[in-house]
């Protein structure tokens, strides 16, 4: 028979395997909690960005409509004037602004070509320290929006810095940088230009009845440009953030299924201990008597 001594400390090692495996679970059951509160927020300001760009794309829609209008009126040398200008070649990126977001801000870097490492304009903070660890260094840069409705702070704010550089001379053009996620594709980057603005607004045909002006003609197109970059942010910011939400929400996703797997690993195992402490405290309980009938029976 096996000795009692021996079997006590067996069952005593396999008493506290069992309180770590059973602390190991709970932790894990509390991460999993997190991660799941993580997944439902992405999932549901992703639903907020969507609804909220059906009225930016109707407000973009509008202010295009009247840039059309409008440009059908200037000159073709006020058109050069205005599209001609000396500057640098600047970038906006639309970053990611917190973790578990996968390589999104690294995409987005990926994308910044040689002439406009010198004029980057990067919203999100994550997206900056990641920019900052390759040794870029934006010249301007801004939290991202947390929810849709700050975005048109933040794209007011873009719009703001991007004229006043514009009308310094310091850019000539600019484009912004986001990813856009499309279902079953996942987040897709999307460049697009916005200064100077797409010829294809001067070449619109001209409208039956010019609309008649109350202030300069420049004054209105310029008031208007800024409008219609501002709408365009506007589009970008949304977009953004709802990819960078998407991909955080796909990243929770994977997170819980790990998860999941580890929690039936670490429930197999308590059952497996659990086990074998039950069997061992049997064998405790049998041996007390069996060694004193022993005992006995080498008496006589």
């Known amino acids: 028979m096996p000795d009692r001594s021996a079997i006590t400390a067996a069952t005593s090692v396999m008493t506290e395997r069992l309180q770590e495996v059973t602390a190991h679970i709970n932790s894990v059951n509390d991460l999993d909690g997190v991660v799941n509160s993580m997944r439902g927020l992405a999932a549901v300001r992703v639903q907020q960005a969507r609804k909220a760009l059906v009225a930016v794309d109707a407000y973009a829609a509008t202010i295009r409509s009247a840039l059309v209008r409008v440009a059908a009126l200037i000159l073709d040398r006020e058109r050069a004037r205005l599209s001609e200008r000396d500057g640098g070649t600047g970038v906006i990126l639309f970053c990611a602004e917190q973790g578990f977001a996968g390589l999104f801000s690294e995409h987005m870097l990926d994308a910044v070509s040689a002439d406009e490492k010198n004029h980057i304009f990067l919203i999100g903070t994550r997206g ?55 279902p079953g594709q996942g987040a897709c980057m999307t460049r697009q230009s916005l200064f100077p603005l797409d ?66 690993t670490l429930e197999q195992q308590r059952r497996t201990v659990r086990q074998d402490e039950i069997t061992a405290e049997i064998m405790e309980l049998v041996s007390g008597p069996t ?3 022993l005992k006995r029976f080498s008496g006589e």
């Open 128 to 182: 900056a320290a990641i920019a900052r660890s390759r040794g870029l260094k934006p010249v301007w840069t801004t939290a991202a929006a947390q929810h849709p409705a700050a975005i048109p702070a933040v794209a007011d704010t873009i719009t703001t810095e991007i004229s006043r550089q514009v009308l310094d001379g310091r850019l000539a053009t600019v484009s912004t940088v986001f990813c856009r996620w499309e």
């Open 199 to 264: 010829p294809a607004l001067f070449t619109s045909e001209p409208v039956a009845e010019p609309p008649l002006l109350n202030v300069p003609r420049e004054t209105l197109i310029m008031d208007l440009t800024a409008d219609y970059l501002f709408a365009q942010l506007c589009q970008a910011a949304l977009h953004a953030f709802a990819a960078e939400n998407e991909a955080r929400s796909e990243r929770m996703t994977a997170a819980h299924d790990e998860i999941s797997r580890q929690l039936a």
């Open 291 to 293: 060694l004193a009938r």
